[in-house]
């Protein structure tokens, strides 16, 4: 099947501090990943689509010197939270799209808490 | 703008008593309609996708069905362990993103 992890899976951190959050694609190679955002009870809201070797583009309202994305590799995305905020508490769910068949797993989430 | 409605928002059945999830797109060139299964503390988990009008694919006791307008998810003889927030999404033409509704809670009680 198609793997996505994240890592890690939930972190806690003081007002101010950056966290950075990595997605891989275990099995498949991604050409293209996504970043969520999702409270609680709500749906997914996209916040950037990246693409590998290229700069990520961002959803409207998502600030991108905030929410720094990387994906330096068809295997590896990673989100920073540069000095984070208790409103940036939040569960961060990537993406990564399959080149072979054009469906999108989902990793199993990163839990932020900032205190 | 896309837009994926989802009903309804919570949904409590009894086990075995059969349902349906019910949602609206609003999508200009629909590439694809997608059901995910989302616990609660976890990612979505991939169920289905359907591309055309008529199609349907099954899987255990979910069916999922696609019209024009609107896809439902059938749910035949639910367990307890059916209990979760079921999503749907969509996918446009023009889009490279998924467009996702809000989501039904369903909890199935033994």
């Known amino acids: 099947g198609a793997v996505v992890s994240q890592h890690p899976s939930w972190v806690i951190c003081k007002s101010g501090t950056s966290v950075k959050i990595e997605c891989r694609s275990l099995d498949f190679q991604a050409t293209t990943m996504f970043w969520y955002r999702q409270f609680p009870k709500q749906s997914l809201m996209l916040m950037a689509t990246?693409?590998?070797?290229?700069?990520?583009?961002?959803e409207q309202g998502v600030e991108k010197d905030k929410f720094l994305i990387n994906h330096a590799s068809l295997t590896l995305s990673t989100l920073t939270v540069t000095s984070a905020h208790p409103e940036d508490s939040s569960f961060y769910i990537c993406?990564?799209?399959?080149?072979?068949?054009?469906?999108?797993?989902f990793g199993p989430g990163t839990r932020l808490t900032v205190l | 703008e896309d837009q994926v409605t989802q009903s309804p928002e919570a949904l409590r059945l009894q086990e075995g008593e059969s349902s349906s999830l019910n949602c609206s797109y609003t999508v200009s060139g629909l590439r694809g309609l997608f059901w995910y299964r989302q616990d609660p503390g976890k990612g979505p988990e991939f169920l289905f996708t359907l591309y055309s009008a008529g199609e349907e694919k099954e899987k255990e006791r979910l069916k999922a069905t696609l019209t024009k307008k609107e896809s439902f998810l059938h749910i035949t003889a639910p367990k307890p362990e059916d209990s979760a927030t079921y999503l749907c999404?969509?996918?446009?033409?023009?889009?490279?993103?998924?467009?996702f509704g809000s989501g039904t809670q369903l909890t199935v009680l033994p």
């Open positions: 990246s693409n590998e070797g290229s700069k990520a583009t961002y």
């Open positions: 993406s990564a799209k399959t080149n072979r068949d054009g469906q999108q797993y």
């Open positions: 999404a969509a996918r446009s033409g023009s889009a490279r993103q998924l467009t």
